[in-house]
């Protein structure tokens, strides 16, 4: 398996992906909210919503999104290109690819990020230390967000904006079932509020503990292939 990320290996390989992703990139997303920033730039024009489906835990990266959209019972994100990966036990089962639009029940969402970058879990963050640390229940997982400044309520109901300090970035990682499934950064971001189980103030994040999340492949928390320089070996 060769060691790209998920993304990456998903353009690569779907026919018509890649193409698709190379026109979002030079599209000119509509500027609105936070995404008017001069620190944006240095961040692809992404979002990426986090939701629950079932006994699943569910993200949908938006490729050069267009326009976001809260209403009473659902949260709508628009963008040229849409991938999505569902998750059980810690492992990827089900990868699409969709175009334009992506729907959620407000039942189900949990969260929302934008100007987001994938980072990779085996190298720790180094923030120092973070203003607050928000835990946020999502299925059965932990969204863990970091280095954030202020806790805002939002004028939708029920959401609460979160901001990082000056030209700084919020940090996220995403636990599932007791496996890292994500590490990325993001300019701002929008959550559930009836979903924030914590809030933790001036916290400094030591190394983990018990290894970390393998970025080349799905074999998730405490694989060493990554570490040790060689290929994914994992079977199941």
Known sequence: MSKKSFN???LLEVPGAAEINSIALKGQPQAADFEKHEACSAHLPSAVIQYE????????????FLSKRFYKDRVKLLALDIITKTY???RVIDKELSHKITTISREHFCMIEFYTRELNP????????????LKIGCINCLI??????TV????????????PPS????????????KIIGVRSAKYAYV???RMCSREENVIEPEPLWGCGCASCECGYGCDCEREGGECDCKG
Not at 122 to 133: A, D, E, H, K, Q
Not at 144 to 149: A, L
Request: hydrophobic residues 35%.
């Open 88 to 90: 059980h036990d810690g």
């Open 152 to 163: 805002t309520r939002s004028a939708a109901p029920g959401l609460s904006l979160l901001l």
């Open 122 to 133: 085996c190298t720790p963050l180094n923030i120092g230390v973070s203003p607050i640390v």
């Open 167 to 178: 030209n700084q970035m919020l940090y996220i990682k995403t636990f599932n079932r007791g």
């Open 144 to 149: 863990k967000v970091m280095n954030v400044r």
């Open 8 to 10: 990456k290996q998903f």
């Open 192 to 194: 559930q509020t009836s």
């Open 53 to 64: 489906c079932g006994d699943c835990y569910v993200e949908a990266l938006g490729i050069n």
